[in-house]
């Protein structure tokens, strides 16, 4: 029988172990993982195969307990005693700490370089689905307000918001992630909003709330887990309490201060050449999702004509107004074609249905998932705004500033004042120079975040496959249903033609008049 490790004994580098090599979204260590940091152990060869073979199970992962007693067996191992399932039972003392390095070089040699981001757009579009549904509340005859249910696939949860608590949620999100990619928010709502504008700020808000879901960073984070997943009574207060005493992404990042030495020596450059990349991407993408609004706009128009098309003929084909008898001419013409043309309007009817539900797919298929791209590529732009105003500013303030104290230092030297003014400068001094510091590990941090975004943008740019076989799909099913509805409504044509006479093709030369009939010209 497995003795049981229980999470509550075991020591936080323990803890700190497996938060370095367990997989992200999930609760478990990959065996080629563990196996790679048995390797870490400099034990002999056989030995480790002994550790694996006590925790290891038929599956392919290896639990949180099963590596808890493996990281048991390694400390015991390293201290000359053989790894065995008694051995594990005879603990009486603090489980001991293994000798496995720096738990950095752990997880770089687990997940590889932190700056790089290996992952695929599939699996950005598995870590979460959230969908985004309108709750109007109404008090009296006027909208009062709008409240949102947000149902998420990962947490298996559904929750209540409103604009605001959106608000709320995003201006802590950019406090606590300052250097990353944070979608913007839709516009407030304007006097009289209809719903037309409800309705493209909720799929404003899906887009949003679903980058943020999917994001490598944003996806780990309490902040998060709140906003999907609290039910309380007072959500802003209780996103606002999660940033209390935590800091920002700067202040939690164990790599933060040595994020210098993990960019590359021409990092500048690249990022110049990449904003401007980027900026052309995102002129592109904004032409595409304008034509393929257009194009949505015209399957609904289209949907709106063919609907009228069909009224007209079925109010044609109603028409009670009596023929006089000197028309007729004793032909009950008129109303053989009337019948007719009131049993058409049923398949225009179905004609229209079909181009409205083409450019719904149009519209939900290929200019959303445009617009999803195009809300990450202007994140991106505020980012490099925010940082080329924010932290390169604010570092320049700072060194003008050390300077500026520097040359008081010097004023207040030659001139000989007491030395409790000049011991009071000299500690402004050392904190400005601290300060310094630390605008410098901010900015390279910064700069190492960017990196990090940059390659986000470019794992995103795949979703430009997506959009292109969502729209060939859409024009392919919306074409194939409306001729097989063309197809069903020519038949019927029959009874708008005399004794069932096939209609004659109507080429410029059946609009001609015979020559064996016109006059002859003297």
Partial sequence: MET?????????????????????????????DFHKLLNRTELPPLVQSQ???????????????????????????????????????????EYPKPRLGELESIRMQTHGNPILLSMTLQDLLHVDTVQVELIPEKKGLFLKHVEYELSSQ?????????????????????????????????????????REFIESRRRALKRFINLVARHPFFSEDELLNIFLCFNGPDIQNKIRESLRGVGDEFMTCEIATTAKELLP????????????????????????RDRAERMANRSAENATDLLLFGKELSILGSDTTPVPSWASAASNTWSTLKQALKGLSVEFALLADKAAQQGKREEEEVVEKLNLFLDLLQSYKDL???????????????????????????????????????EQLES?????????????????????????????????????????????????????????????????????????????PLSPGNLQTPTSILPTVN
């Fill in 4 to 32: 049981e490790i229980n999470e509550g004994d075991v020591p936080p580098y323990y803890r700190k172990v497996y938060e370095a090599i367990c997989c992200k979204h999930e609760d478990y260590v990959r065996r080629s």
């Fill in 51 to 93: 550790i694996a073979e006590i925790v290891e199970s038929k599956e392919e992962s290896i639990t949180k307990s099963a590596l808890y007693r493996a990281l048991v067996l390694i400390a015991l191992a390293q201290q000359g005693k053989q790894p065995s399932p008694k051995l594990l039972e005879n603990i009486t003392q």
């Fill in 154 to 194: 990962r947490f298996k949860s559904s929750v209540y918001r409103r604009y605001n608590d959106f608000v709320v949620f995003h201006e802590v999100l950019l406090q606590r992630f300052p250097y990353r990619m944070v979608p913007a928010l839709p516009p407030k709502r304007m006097l009289r909003a209809d």
């Fill in 265 to 288: 020596p021409d990092i500048q450059a690249q990022f110049g050449a990449s904003r401007e990349l980027i900026r052309n991407i995102y002129n592109s993408f904004h032409k595409l």
């Fill in 384 to 422: 490099c705004e925010r940082h080329e105003k924010g932290v390169l500013h604010e570092h320049q303030r700072a060194l003008q500033k050390y300077s500026s104290m520097k040359r008081q230092m010097m004023s207040v030297t030659v001139q000989n004042k007491e030395q409790i003014s000049v």
């Fill in 428 to 504: 402004r001094i050392v904190q400005q120079e601290n300060t310094i510091l630390t605008m410098e590990l901010r900015n390279y941090f910064s700069m190492y975040c960017l990196h990090q975004e940059t390659q986000l943008i470019h794992v995103y740019l795949h979703i430009i496959s997506h959009v292109l076989t969502a729209f060939i799909d859409s024009q392919i099913q919306g074409h194939r249903e409306m001729s097989e509805v063309w197809n069903d409504l020519k038949p019927k044509l029959g009874g708008l033609l005399p004794n069932g006479m096939p209609s004659p």
